[in-house]
């Protein structure tokens, strides 16, 4: 068994949807990014390329590369998934939190993990997902942006 962890924040901007764990969101500014920022697949697409020991997100898709441009992050999530697949692992569980003071979140945490257990090909019941304010402190309590936080098991696939 392996562990991964990861992170991702981004700054809010407007003209843009918000995206989170594949699903849009409706609130009135999205997130700054090279992608769709879909912060919550950005941080497990780390946590399970972490657990794997290969490398990041910026690694395979860099923000450097045209092709990355506005992606949706789920072709991302389908990848990574196939990477760890040809490697023989498969995943355990993976748990995140999203740290956001608006909006708020629990309306939509269902059909995120729908959405996530779909391009990760696991059940509903192996993913958690979170969220919590600061307290209106910093750049996340001052509705600035948002953070995520993943960390996931993976386990070598039976033969």
């Known amino acids: 068994m392996r562990v991964g962890h990861g992170y991702d924040v981004h700054r809010f ?4 949807p918000l ?14 990014a090279h992608s769709d920022g879909d912060a919550v697949i950005h941080a ?6 972490g657990a794997a020991a290969l ?3 910026g690694t395979y ?15 991302l999530l389908r990848d990574v998934c196939r990477k ?21 979140m629990l309306p939509h945490i269902n059909k995120m993990k729908t959405t996530l257990s ?3 090909q696991i059940s509903t019941t192996d993913i958690n997902i979170k969220a919590t304010t600061t307290e ?14 993943a960390v996931c098991l993976i386990k070598p696939t039976s033969s």
């Open 13 to 16: 901007i407007e003209g843009r």
């Open 19 to 32: 995206i989170l764990g594949g699903v849009e969101i409706p609130h009135d500014r999205g997130l700054e």
């Open 61 to 75: 898709y860099p923000d450097t590369d045209d092709k990355f441009s506005d992606i949706d992050s789920r072709i």
């Open 55 to 57: 490398g990041d997100i």
């Open 118 to 120: 779909e391009d990760m």
């Open 84 to 104: 760890l697949a040809e490697l023989n692992f498969s995943i355990a569980n993976i748990d995140a939190t999203i740290v956001a003071q608006a909006p708020k």
């Open 136 to 149: 209106r402190m910093g750049f996340i309590g001052n509705e600035e942006g948002l953070a995520v936080h």
């Open 44 to 49: 497990i697409c780390d946590a399970l390329l």
